[in-house]
């Protein structure tokens, strides 16, 4: 599997707020209007975070995929692979690094399809994407939009 990210290093020295609780908002546009938004609630003791494909307005497509070689021979069966934006957010001693990530699937649904003789385990294949990297002060406040690389249009706000 390719794995790149869309790479946020937030560093800086390390600030609470009054509620013990840094905050992250996360609002992510695609370019045919599709809304993402997240939110993630960080205390002192955050480790780290995986999201996967941020739930949307879009359902999980269902893909074809193939096991040979069972007792009764292949088998075919659907998995449920969403696609879209996420993130991935890491504690790093005073520091946190977020990932955001573009999930995509390689099908291969025609190509199972097409099998009639000869069989192969054939299984679609989640894919992240790189966008961009941006740093920011851990200890001071910030909001900004960005367009991205890919049509995303991003919207963060961080509050320690």
Request: proline content about 4%; hydrophobic content about 35%.
């Amino acid at each position: 599997m390719k794995h790149s990210a869309l790479v946020f290093a937030l560093t800086g020295g390390l600030s609470i707020g009054a509620q013990g609780m840094e905050t992250l908002h996360i609002e992510i546009v695609t370019p045919d209007g599709h809304r993402y938004r997240a939110e993630q609630s960080l205390d002192k003791d955050f480790d780290s975070y995986q999201s996967g494909a941020i739930a949307g307005d879009r359902a999980p497509r269902e893909y074809q995929a193939i096991r040979c070689g069972g007792p009764w021979g292949a088998i075919k069966y659907r998995l449920s692979l969403t696609s879209g934006p996420g993130y991935e957010l890491y504690a790093k001693g005073s520091n946190l690094l977020l990932q955001i990530v573009e999930h995509s699937v390689i099908s291969a649904d025609q190509t199972i399809a097409a099998m009639s003789v000869h069989c192969i385990d054939t299984e679609p294949q989640q894919v992240l994407k790189a966008v961009a990297e941006i740093k920011l002060d851990r200890g001071s406040a910030t909001t900004q939009q960005l367009r991205l690389a890919n049509g995303y249009q991003l919207e963060y706000r961080y509050t320690p």
